[in-house]
């Protein structure tokens, strides 16, 4: 069974800095274009920031700027670097793992809690 797992969040100021990582199996990482989804209490899931399998990565408008996604394909980790935090970047925060070509999957990590406020 395939496995994403988050960490890295947790409570900041505005202002902050923190960095999400989602850890994965080699393969999936080399074959899949991965993202950040967040949501936020009472609204819908949406997409923070992707990179695909060849490293073109693209970003929300509210995060532009402020938030970097990264892979290490030797660690098999995606990160998420976010800086100048503000209290509207509270979300839970998803790793996701998609391949639209044989063979197709869509996984997700179970998430981690990001809390920004003073």
């Known amino acids: 069974q395939v496995q994403l797992v988050e960490s890295g969040g947790g409570l900041v100021q505005p202002g902050g800095s923190l960095r999400l990582s989602c850890v994965t199996s080699?393969?999936?990482?080399?074959?899949?274009?991965m993202a950040w989804y967040r949501q936020a209490p009472g609204k819908q899931r949406e997409s923070v920031a992707t990179?695909?399998?060849?490293?073109?990565?693209n970003y929300a408008d509210s995060v532009k700027g402020r938030f970097t996604i990264s892979r290490d394909n030797a660690k098999n980790t995606v990160y998420l670097q976010m800086n100048s935090l503000k209290p509207e970047d509270t979300a839970v925060y998803y790793c996701?793992?998609?391949?639209?070509?044989?063979?197709?999957?869509?996984?997700w990590g179970q998430g981690t809690q990001v809390t920004v406020s003073s």
């Open positions: 996701n793992a998609r391949r639209l070509r044989a063979p197709e999957y869509d996984y």
């Open positions: 080699g393969s999936i990482l080399r074959l899949s274009d």
């Open positions: 990179i695909t399998s060849g490293g073109t990565t």
